[in-house]
């Protein structure tokens, strides 16, 4: 199920809520503003954000979960780890597709989902919380609606979660 909200691209980007305070929903993808992109050889079309501590198992299903649904996607994965001592940090530099901003300590989501924005490159921005499992295509999905759909600033996307469960949208 997409939602498109027009006109909080900004906000959704970087992490905020429209009042300022909260963050959007668990995985909202948004268009990121041209002034901002990285002028690179050729930027992915999707940046996914997560920030992190101290959740390895966690973070491990949702970075595999990223590359199933957008796989055919040129995509980047951008973490801001906040100094995990769970091998977390060791397993994020292992990873070839994910760039890794190696906090030294905890500050709170909104500023690790902001380092991880400053490093992306991606014409669109996903946040994505490192206890989510995305299913199916639903990031190819939010991507595609964009590009239909200009007038939308974000898509956002329901999520479930059964018993015993990791939250999955």
Known sequence: HLQSVPGVADAAAAGVGMDGGRLMPSLAIGRMRESLVVQTNVPPTLSVLLGTYNRREHLQRAVESVRQSARGLAYEVVVTDGGSTDGSRAWLAAQPDVLLVGERRLEGAVRAFNAAFALS?????????????????????????????????????????????????
């Open 121 to 169: 490159r991606g014409q669109y921005i996903a946040n994505l919380n490192d206890d989510m499992v995305v299913k199916g295509s639903a990031l190819i999905e939010g991507v595609e609606y964009l590009k239909v759909h200009p007038e939308a600033g974000q898509v956002a996307f329901a999520f479930s979660q059964g018993a015993g469960l990791p939250p999955s949208i």
